[in-house]
């Protein structure tokens, strides 16, 4: 939260036609300027329960006091228009999908340059309390000591280079064998 996922992520898709926004579910309010289905599949508790108890999503969890969560439904439909999907989900989520899908998963943790900038960017949103940013901020300490489990590192230190560092890291998976036969 706050490392500037968002804002990364859709330079990265404006560059890279083959990638997809996988738009998750929330129980989370919608803020100003967000659309529901674009930025997320905004649902009340009790909807999100169903979708739990259906087996919906691939992974899910409680962030910064709502639930979030990835429908499987949405990744089928993007991987049947040839799409990749981008997830734009927190540490609990990236490790959820990392143990069911491992080396088939490109795992990028997103940096902020430092805490100070952390902070200056949670505060500058103007969407959360003081107890939501303090909670925001407990969590980020102890979600990069999570980091270790991600195959790549990037700090947005600067959007355009940290998209130029995840272009560079879509184009070199895409070279990656993976168990391919090079000429199969």
Request: hydrophobic content about 40%; charged content about 30%; glycine content about 8%.
């Amino acid at each position: 939260s706050g490392a500037g996922k968002g804002t990364v992520i859709n330079e990265l898709l404006a560059r890279e036609p083959r990638l997809a926004f996988s738009v998750s579910t929330t129980t989370r309010p919608i803020r100003g300027g967000e659309v529901d289905g674009r930025e997320y599949d905004f649902v009340d508790d009790a909807t999100f329960d169903r979708l739990v108890a259906e087996d919906a999503f691939v992974e899910w969890a409680p962030v910064h006091l709502h639930r979030y969560g990835t429908r499987r439904s949405r990744l089928a439909e993007m991987e049947r228009a040839g799409k990749v999907p981008v997830l734009d989900i927190d540490v609990q989520g990236g490790l959820n999908v990392l143990k069911q899908f491992g080396d088939e998963l490109v795992a990028v943790f997103l940096f902020p340059p430092s805490w100070a900038e952390l902070e200056r960017r949670l505060r500058s949103r103007g969407t959360e309390s003081e107890e939501a940013i303090a909670t925001r901020l407990r969590n980020a300490r102890h979600e990069v000591g999570l980091a270790d489990h991600y195959a790549y590192w990037v700090v947005n230190d600067e959007v355009e280079a940290a998209v130029g560092r995840l272009s560079a890291i879509v184009a070199a998976e895409a070279c990656r064998a993976r168990g391919r036969a090079p000429l199969g």
